[in-house]
């Protein structure tokens, strides 16, 4: 393997670990701030820092960019409300009622979601092996909350419910914008759809700050904020986007399946969550289930 390679693998490594902890952030985030109020302020903060970005990136290149019509900022509008704003909402308050292990093997679900919008929008088919492995993921579902001894290391229906829905809107996101991406860089589309959440979170992220004192949040809270909106939301995006230029997508896609892992390892050495056999269980599962329906 070159120095190039190795060092390709490393950045893709350190996304995968930076994701992984992700959820163990979110966590220290709650505790300084409401769940209403990290959600779409992680977006505006995003979006503060995407949009420099872009316009460096645009300044670089050499290729003119495509035009953009009413219809296709419109649509990215409504992608980023639901890709973007509820994403991030739903997701900090699923973490605030689940715990890490739970939230991370909702989130691997992922790819599964996208396949089956994508067969709905008829970009897919579905064939009976994927069938097999989406039943599979289900049953590790219901294995992670039907064992005993679930709310008792903090994990709730309801939380891991809010996760899988922020999952959904991603989802939804990433399958509804791959038109747009046909014509448009995945980085401008990102920024645009981060711009368009962020708006449409601030009326959320205002009610919410009203009677809420930023003045007394500490340090760890806005490094919690800042390691979500910078780290999580910019770096590692433009680390896959990277990616994905120089690795085959599936090689890229195998390191997810590694993240469930490591943020349960994390959440048992950092926060006490112990692994259960109910998440070891589930979490088998359910990580088997989507290899399986991703699998060609």
Not at 6 to 28: D, E, P, Q
Not at 176 to 197: C, I, P, Q
Not at 210 to 217: A, L
């Amino acid at each position: 393997m070159n120095t190039s390679r190795r060092r390709l693998y490393g950045l893709v490594s350190l996304m995968t670990l930076v994701w992984s902890l992700n959820y163990i952030v979110a966590k220290y985030a709650l505790r300084a701030f409401p769940p209403l109020v990290i959600g779409p302020l992680r977006a505006v903060t995003a979006a503060v820092l995407l949009v420099p970005i872009l316009l460096w990136m645009k300044r670089r290149q050499t290729k003119p960019s495509e035009p953009w019509v009413f219809k296709e900022v419109a649509s990215l509008c409504v992608l980023g409300i639901f890709g973007i704003t509820l994403n991030q909402v739903l997701f900090v308050v699923g973490m605030n009622r689940t715990s890490v292990a739970h939230a991370a093997l909702m989130i691997a679900t992922t790819p599964l979601q996208v396949m089956l919008m994508a067969a709905f929008r008829g970009q897919e088919r579905i064939s009976l092996y994927k069938l097999a492995g989406m039943g599979t993921a289900i049953g590790g579902i219901a294995v992670l909350n039907l064992a005993p001894g679930r709310t008792a290391h903090g994990a709730s229906f309801f939380g891991d419910a809010f996760v899988f829905l922020a999952a959904f809107s991603f989802a939804f996101y990433t399958v509804f914008g791959k038109e747009l991406a046909r014509r448009h860089d995945s980085m401008t589309v990102n920024a645009f759809g981060y711009s368009a959440g962020a708006l449409a979170g601030a009326p959320l992220l205002l009610w919410q700050s009203v009677d809420f004192k930023y003045t007394e949040v500490p340090w760890s809270g806005w490094w919690a904020l800042a390691y979500m909106a910078l780290l999580s939301s910019i770096a590692c995006y433009l680390i896959y986007s990277y990616a994905l230029n120089h690795l085959p997508a599936s090689r890229v896609a195998a390191f997810s399946y590694i993240q469930p892992v490591v943020a349960a390892l994390a959440g048992l050495l950092i926060l006490r969550e112990p692994i259960t056999p109910g998440v070891a269980t589930g979490g088998l599962l359910v990580l088997s289930g989507v290899w399986l329906t991703g699998k060609r």
